[in-house]
């Protein structure tokens, strides 16, 4: 089955650095999305990417799908405090002709102010 | 418009009993999701209802169940509850189904003791 592996698991960054998450599939993705979690609380959705090569943008977070559609990574650019909490990618999983969604184990970052 | 609400927001049981969690999503969803969160297995998938009807179903079994009632309302119901069921549950709404954006609850914590 398919799964989303998330690198890193954890990350602390000073207020101002940039930084990358990295959602990698072991199979082909086919509509992958990035929300954001605070701790204990819902997923705020950021942004989706369906094609290969899409590169999205909001305020100070991007998102690309590569070529291959089997890796994902979100930047973040000049971080801020409000930039912290969880961050997990999703995605459609099919198998046999079904499908569920399936979600990566999440990078909590923490930005030190 | 209003975002997905989830009641209760928190929730204490004890071992044996059983819960009824509710969702009611964005006026004109038709689609509702629901998600266990646990610290040891992420987010995973539980089931997914479109207009009444149950679209998928996730590998939990068969004490979660769920329905969706015509307004697009939907519960879900969990029987002899185990202290293992101690986590959040999330619900998610969406237009329809496949490569649609989900938009998530802010979740209901489940205690067992």
């Known amino acids: 089955s398919q799964e989303l592996e998330q690198s890193p698991q954890s990350l602390i960054v000073q207020e101002g650095k940039n930084l990358t998450i990295n959602c990698t599939s072991s199979?082909?993705?086919?509509?992958l999305y990035w929300y954001k979690q605070k701790y204990g609380e819902g997923l705020i959705f950021l942004m989706m990417?369906?094609?290969?090569?899409e590169e999205k943008s909001h305020e100070k977070i991007t998102a690309k799908l590569d070529e291959k559609k089997q890796q994902s990574s979100l930047h973040i650019t000049a971080s801020q405090p409000s930039h912290a909490g969880i961050y997990l990618c999703?995605?459609?999983?099919?198998?046999?002709?079904?499908?569920?969604?399936?979600f990566g184990t999440g990078t909590r970052l923490k930005v030190l102010a | 418009k209003a975002g997905v609400t989830q009641t209760p927001r928190y929730l204490i049981k004890t071992r044996g009993q059983q819960v009824t969690l509710s969702c009611s999503p964005i006026?004109?969803?038709?689609?509702v999701s629901w998600y266990q969160q646990t610290p040891g297995q992420g987010l995973q998938f539980l089931f997914e209802?479109?207009?009444?009807?149950?679209?998928n179903k996730g590998n939990f079994p068969g004490r979660f169940s769920g329905r969706q009632f015509s307004n697009s309302r939907s519960e879900m119901n969990v029987s002899t509850l185990e202290l293992g069921d101690s986590a959040l549950y999330l619900c998610?709404?969406?237009?329809?189904?496949?490569?649609?954006?989900?938009?998530f609850g802010p979740g209901t914590r489940l205690t067992v003791l």
């Open positions: 990417l369906q094609k290969g090569g």
């Open positions: 199979k082909t993705l086919y509509g």
């Open positions: 999703g995605a459609e999983s099919t198998t046999s002709g079904t499908y569920k969604y399936i």
């Open positions: 006026s004109g969803h038709r689609s």
């Open positions: 209802y479109f207009s009444e009807t149950q679209r």
């Open positions: 998610a709404s969406s237009l329809g189904t496949r490569a649609v954006t989900q938009y």
